[in-house]
């Protein structure tokens, strides 16, 4: 590997996991000290941060066969997602963003050797799901339906599920590792203690490789889904930006998008206490606290229909369409622009299932709302049907 694609490699996964855990101080300012060496740098970091998406390897660039014709695509997707036009940058500068988000183009295209592009195939199929592992490993790709061969210690991944089996491995220090999930995907993770997690589009789960001392405790971006194994004697704790929720043997919903105006914690069984700094709550069964930046309010609900999701659907009991489409965007890996602004509120009850195409989804939404629904360029727009 050449010198330059060596520091392409390190401060592509430096910032991944700024972003997903923690830098050390050392690690802090090598990221630093190469933003602050280019101003081309500088401003990368700051749009990436921005953007509602991370692309984990740079590998899948060698698969391009022109790096012009793959800037070319870069530039319209992120015109697409930001409105941003760049600025005259070096050329090193354009090669590290190439070379981080050009797997964007490469899960939604297949591109035969004679350079002909090909039909978009399935964005479920081809969304972005990786592995990164503490102590500067790299990081390992996984994806939909590939029973990819993991080279650790008691772990490995099956149907679509990262199994932990390292209860029998002796551990003398707490190993992290973290699942990511990109737009329109899932993954199913069963942890060392058996509990069995649901990690839903866009989403990101931290985790120790086995559990150690008198708690087990793991980090949540985004929405999942948990099925606790019960142990009094070490209780089990969800960390999600704001708040946490402390269970013994559970299931339940949490649901905290950086783009919502409220996080949900949902009960589906057992009981679990929310903690969020003063404030501290037990809920049952459909029970369902909402959570925002100046409210703290508790909710009877049908647990059904924050959980469905993992049973492959959508339900929705009079949901404002904003949210819905909201849903639908991360799932499909879709923008959104609503033409209408006061189509927000339009409120929906009803079923959709998830591996539809969405056009369908559109047709059922379309049958009882006044609204109408139409991709341009990968963004949904919703306006007022035409009388």
């Known amino acids: 590997m050449r010198t330059d694609e060596k520091i392409i490699d390190r401060m592509t996964r430096l ?9 050390t101080l050392e690690e802090q300012k090598e990221l630093n000290d190469w933003i602050q060496a280019d101003p081309g740098n500088k401003e990368w970091r700051e749009e990436m941060k921005t953007l509602k998406f991370v692309e984990e390897d740079y590998r899948n660039y060698k698969r391009i066969p022109e790096a012009e014709q793959a800037w ?3 530039e319209k997707d992120m015109n697409r997602r930001s409105k941003w036009r760049r600025k005259v940058w070096t050329y090193s500068s354009v090669a590290v963003l190439v070379l981080l988000l050009c797997s964007v183009f490469i899960l939604q295209w297949e591109i035969k050797e004679d350079n002909e592009i090909m039909e978009p195939v399935c964005v479920h199929e081809l969304a972005l799901i990786s592995l990164v592992v503490d102590n500067h490993r790299d990081s390992i ?3 939909i339906n590939r029973n990819v061969e993991i080279d650790l210690a008691g772990v490995r991944n099956e149907n679509n599920t990262l199994i932990y089996d390292t209860t029998a491995l002796t551990v003398e220090e707490t190993e992290y590792h973290t699942l990511i999930v990109g737009r329109g995907g899932e993954y199913q993770l069963t ?3 058996g509990t069995i997690v649901w990690l839903n589009s ?3 789960l931290r985790y120790p490789v086995h559990f150690n001392g008198d708690r087990r405790e793991v ?10 194994s019960r142990n009094e004697a070490m209780p089990f704790y969800v960390k999600s930006e704001g708040f946490d929720v402390e269970v013994l043997g559970t299931s339940f919903n949490i649901m ?8 949900w914690v949902t009960l589906a069984s057992g009981k679990l206490k929310v903690n969020r700094g003063e404030c501290h709550t037990i809920i049952y069964p459909n029970q369902q ?3 925002g930046e100046n409210d703290f309010k508790i909710h009877e609900v049908d647990s059904r229909y924050y959980t469905s999701w993992i049973e492959s659907k959508f339900m929705f009991d009079d949901e404002s369409l904003d949210m819905i489409v909201r849903k639908l965007a991360r799932w499909y890996n879709l923008d959104y622009e609503f033409r209408d602004s006061t189509l927000m509120s339009t409120r929906f009850s009803g079923q959709l299932l998830k591996y539809d195409d969405i056009t369908k989804a559109f047709e059922l939404l379309e049958l009882t709302t006044d609204v109408h629904f139409t991709i341009n360029q990968e963004t949904i727009q919703i306006m007022r049907k035409k009388k």
């Open 256 to 263: 905290n998008y950086v783009d919502e105006q409220y996080a």
């Open 219 to 228: 980090e949540l971006k985004g929405e999942g889904f948990f099925q606790v």
């Open 202 to 204: 866009e989403s990101s």
């Open 72 to 74: 070319g695509r870069l």
């Open 15 to 23: 910032f991944l996991k700024e972003v997903f855990e923690k830098l």
């Open 141 to 143: 790709l996984l994806g």
């Open 289 to 291: 606290v909402e959570i």
């Open 191 to 193: 942890l060392s203690d």
